[in-house]
């Protein structure tokens, strides 16, 4: 074998990453590594976690506006299905957590949908806050979209893809025929 052929594949001790380069390009930062690597992992879903971790109430605030409700207990959510149902709306159910950054990042986006299309009703429920309710929907990442007419299940949708949202949001307006820019 030739000295081209050894240079070309290298020494394989010389594959491995050393602990010292790694403390080097990321000054000892060992928690943004790992956040890293669990943000490549979930791509788009975030996974429940305690309480204790520091998520704040107050944060919950920049997830609501325009014309997306709060659910806040199991008779807001009787509540706003009674009124949807009276009012012939599909709803919206958006299972979020405020220490998400998926879901963060979708919040924006899920207020304007709500304030372009007020014949749908965007509801946000906070997993954390609504545990129990949230476990018997069978939350496994965040954010999850629950499209329901009639307080019954037609669509759903897991994590924060836009296109995807826009996309079945269209359709259900599609097939209430009141598709409105």
């Known amino acids: 074998m030739g000295n081209s052929e050894k240079h ?4 394989i001790s010389n594959w491995r990453l050393k602990k010292k380069a790694i403390i080097k390009v990321f ?4 928690r943004l ?22 998520a704040d109430s107050d944060e919950a605030v ?30 919206i159910a958006n ?18 949908l709500s ?3 007020p014949s749908l009703m965007f ?26 007419k009639d307080g019954q299940q037609i669509d759903k949708l897991v994590g924060a893809n836009k296109p995807e949202l826009q996309k079945k949001i269209t359709a259900v307006l599609d097939s209430m025929g009141s598709y409105r820019n």
């Open 27 to 30: 000054q000892g930062s060992y």
């Open 123 to 148: 509801l946000l429920i906070d997993v954390d806050e609504l545990t129990d309710f949230s476990t018997s929907w069978d939350i496994k990442a965040t954010p999850t979209f629950f499209f329901l």
């Open 62 to 91: 920049e997830f609501v506006g325009g014309n997306v409700h709060r659910v806040t207990s199991k008779e807001d959510w009787d509540q706003k299905l009674s009124e949807a149902k009276r009012d012939g709306k599909i709803v």
């Open 95 to 112: 299972f979020s957590a405020t220490w998400c950054g998926p879901c963060r990042i979708l919040a924006p986006f899920y207020c304007e």
């Open 8 to 11: 070309w594949f290298g020494h």
């Open 33 to 54: 590594l790992q956040l890293a690597f669990w943000q490549f992992l979930n791509m788009g879903h975030c996974f429940s976690r305690d309480k204790s971790d520091g």
């Open 115 to 117: 304030e372009k299309h």
